[in-house]
C-alpha cells in the first residue's frame, strides 16, 4: 500500500485542473435544448403547411425573412446542441487522450462546417441565389 493509496480523495484531485466549467455545459445544453423545442415545433407546423405544396411554393416559404431566420437558428441551434452532446459521450466513453482529441475535434469541425452549408443554402434560397 503506497502513500498515495491513504490520500483523501479531494486531496489526489488537487492539481488536476478546475471543474468550474461543467456547470456552464450543462446549462447550455438545457438552453439550446429548451429553444431546439420550440424552433422544432416551429419547423413541424411548417412542413405540414407545406405537404401538398410544389418546389416553387416551399422555395417561397422558406425566402420569406422570418422563415429563413427562424430556419437558420434552428439550424445553428441543432448543430450546436449536437456538438455539446457528442463531447460529453465521447468524455465520458473514449479513454485514450489522442482519440478523444482527435474525436473531439473532428466532431466540432464537421458540425461547423453542416452548420455553414446549411446556413449558406438558406441565404441562398433567402436572397434569390
Not at 70 to 96: K, P, R, S
Request: hydrophobic letters at 65%; zero cysteines; proline letters at 2%.
Amino acid at each position: 500500500m503506497s502513500a498515495h493509496d491513504l490520500q483523501h480523495p479531494f486531496k489526489r484531485a488537487r492539481g488536476l485542473g478546475s471543474a468550474q466549467s461543467g456547470a456552464g455545459h450543462w446549462w447550455m445544453q438545457r438552453v439550446t435544448a429548451a429553444a431546439l423545442v420550440v424552433l422544432a415545433l416551429w419547423f413541424v407546423i411548417l412542413v405540414l403547411g407545406l405537404l401538398h405544396a410544389d418546389y416553387a411554393q416551399a422555395r417561397a416559404a422558406v425566402a420569406r425573412p422570418w422563415n429563413a431566420v427562424l430556419l437558420m437558428a434552428f439550424l445553428i441551434t441543432a448543430f450546436w446542441h449536437a456538438v455539446l452532446g457528442l463531447q460529453v459521450v465521447i468524455e465520458d466513453y473514449v479513454h485514450t487522450r489522442w482519440k478523444e482529441v482527435s474525436l473531439l475535434v473532428a466532431i466540432k469541425f464537421l458540425a461547423a462546417l453542416g452548420a455553414l452549408a446549411s446556413v449558406l443554402a438558406v441565404l441562398r434560397i433567402a436572397l434569390g441565389a
